[in-house]
């Protein structure tokens, strides 16, 4: 499963909302209220997505059969736009929890043992492999 932003939405998303979608997930708060479904059939996604001190009621729907994406929001950047950054943003913030998700998941304590590497008793020190 692709779980990168980019592969759900239109090839004709402006940019500068892509852009605006990733620092607002970075920098903001993003509290889920509502979620069913999975990206293999049919995802809704609601919330509180907060940018600058300001809370805005977000919901994203994701229809793969259609591979169909629209946004809700109460921003006035919504109004223009079939979805806005931050009914993006609940979309990101669902990807990247299936990554973390995945992560846990396939961890395994061998792994993470491999790369420590003791040099006294006092320290550890972590070495990922290129």
Not at 32 to 35: F, G, H, T
């Given at each position: 499963m692709n779980l990168k932003l980019i592969d759900y939405i239109p090839s004709n998303t402006n940019i500068d909302v892509i852009n605006a979608t990733k620092n607002l997930?970075?920098?903001s708060k993003v509290s889920?209220?509502?979620?069913r479904g999975d990206?293999?059939?049919f995802l809704t996604i609601s919330g509180i997505v907060t940018e600058n001190n300001k809370g805005y009621q977000s919901q994203i729907i994701y229809k793969k059969a259609s591979n169909e994406l629209k946004g809700l929001c109460n921003c006035p950047h919504w109004k223009d736009l079939p979805f806005c950054h931050h009914s993006l943003c609940l979309l990101e913030y669902y990807l990247q929890q299936?990554?973390?998700e995945d992560l846990i998941q396939n961890f395994t304590p061998e792994h993470f043992f491999s790369h420590l590497v003791l040099n006294n008793k006092w320290s550890v020190h972590y070495f990922v492999n290129p």
């Open positions: 997930y970075t920098n889920i209220s509502y979620q990206l293999e059939r299936k990554i973390n």
